[in-house]
């Protein structure tokens, strides 16, 4: 539905030039909800920009329903448009408007006769659930209610595609998940097409079908979510991985971990499981062969789609050359060790 080819974009020109997109591959199939997550200045904006045309790219093509964007006028790409509707971080409603006038603007501006404008804008609002302040002005909603109007909004022209440029990094956690569910259901009930762009990986495990990781302009790791939180190799696709699961070391470690080895000291694990390595009971082999103990101070596995991977925070105990040959076993069984320090054994 939507296909970026060869595309990029720079800001500035000749030895100016900046280059916010590079080389960019991506394919969002019919139907599908897929995630653009990168860090801040990756270029993600410009990403989701360019495929609507709201930035023209540098480079590349840029088909949505099997048409290049980049080859029509002015008045072709109005039309065009009507295809594909947008969500923003901060709603960009007008303030004069009621959310009734809000929703209709779209339908106003592509010169829909007034009743049927009345029986769309209704039909939108009970889908979002705000047919009751439909009399209301913006500024006295809360943050998911003028989302809920910004998502009624895009679609009054029926669009195949939805654009969701960090739709809910201005919500609270539980208005995000409300939100995200709205969307899930759009995508299913209407069967549109959703590319939407985070920082967040708890939303593309909440509602993606696959994601693409941009990395200073360039998409560094893409695939099917599940595939992605269990096989993803990318240093900075692992971070994500792990800020989405909420892993902490325990306060009191913390502040009695001790960065370099020492006598009496034993080292505080981070072991990262995926695809195959889940289903290994690399641990308790470990702990038989070489005779140390395992002690889990936090642990955190989780299922999406066909895959299962996880984390656990472990303390390993025993003398020092039989802590080297666990950690040395552990990373055979392709195992991600990560020593995060050392703390004071325990009398
Ligand atoms: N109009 C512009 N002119 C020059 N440089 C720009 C312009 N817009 C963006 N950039 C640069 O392009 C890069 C990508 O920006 P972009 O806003 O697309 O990233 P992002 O991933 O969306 O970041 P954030 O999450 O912080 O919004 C950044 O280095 C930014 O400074």
New binding site residues.
Partial sequence: MIKLSSLSKA??EGKNA?Y?LKGIELDVPAGQIVGVI?A???????LIRCVNLLERPTQGRVEVDGVDLTALDDQALTLARRNIGMIFQHFNLLSSRTVFENVALPLELANWPKEKITARVNELLDLVGLTHRAKAYPSQLSGGQKQRVAIARALGPAPKVLLCDEATSALDPQTTQSILALLKEINQKLGITILLIT?EMGVVKSICDSVALLDQGTIIEQGEVGWFFAHAQAPLAKEFIRSSLHLEIPAPYRERLQKAPADGFIPLLRLGFSGNTIDTPAISHASRQFGIDVNILSASIEQIGHSRFGFLLVELLGDAAAQQTTIAYLQQQQIDVEVLGYVQQHA
């Fill in positions: 800001y500035g900046f916010a990168g801040s200045g990756a270029g993600k904006s410009t920082h």
